[in-house]
């Protein structure tokens, strides 16, 4: 019997493997949720206090909101799919979104804290994709093959922020003026608009793969 299930294993993860819209999905995913990591789970707070000037209570507050913004998102990503019987319009259209709002949170000089706010929101909200990336997963392989499809986008998800966070921070390093303050390193602004262009950067990608190369499914699961 464990024979038989370890060749049965064996034949999902081929199946899996050889799709390449499961790879193509499970890329989106990775394109989706870097960002979040990258920034929501390390680099955003310093960023804010960098520039706002505000002290590092208030920016992690404001960093919450792309918490919030994705709290929003991933049931409503589903729910406005679902409705309109579209996956990859949707998955543009986040990813429109991520990449607007990223870019004009780092790069747009004299933003107002409000406006921030705004974006950080909004940068939540384009994150709600790496949901909706799940459901084109099921939709695209065959019932007993989606577990192990599920598995490769999820993995897929989480790597985002494993490459990403080190690279960033190497980059950071690499721009850092030797300035400290209380025994942390203290970068610029313009360190971190180069060290996170990788958070626009991603979203754009993610754009150009939902738009030109995933098959639309139509909310169909297209193996019964």
Not at 164 to 171: D, K, T
Request: some cysteine; hydrophobic content about 50%.
């Amino acid at each position: 019997a464990n024979t038989h299930s370890q060749h049965h294993f064996r034949q999902n993860l081929v199946e899996v493997c050889t799709s390449a819209q499961s790879w193509l999905t499970a890329f989106y995913g990775f394109c989706s949720w870097a960002p979040v990591v990258v920034f929501a789970a390390l680099w955003g707070t310093p960023f804010i206090v960098a520039k706002y000037g505000i002290s590092t209570p208030k920016a992690s507050l404001a960093v919450s909101m792309v918490w919030l913004g994705i709290g929003l998102a991933s049931p409503l990503a589903g729910l406005i799919s679902d409705r309109v019987g579209r996956r990859t319009s949707v998955l543009q259209i986040l990813s429109l979104i991520g990449a607007v709002s990223t870019c004009v949170l780092l790069y747009l000089p004299s933003l107002p804290l409000g406006a921030g706010y705004l974006c950080l929101i909004l940068f939540g909200i384009a994150a709600g994709g790496q949901a909706l990336s799940f459901a084109l997963v099921k939709d695209n392989n065959h019932p007993s093959v989606v577990g192990t499809a599920v598995g490769l986008n999820n993995m897929a998800v989480v790597v985002g922020g494993a490459l990403f966070q080190p690279l960033v921070g190497y980059v950071l390093h690499a721009l850092w003026n030797g300035e400290i303050q209380h025994g942390v390193h203290v970068y610029q602004l313009h360190d971190y608009q180069i060290g996170l262009a990788v958070l626009p950067i991603c979203y754009i990608t993610g754009f150009l793969v939902s738009r030109f190369f995933l098959v639309e499914t139509y909310c169909i699961q297209k193996h019964t």
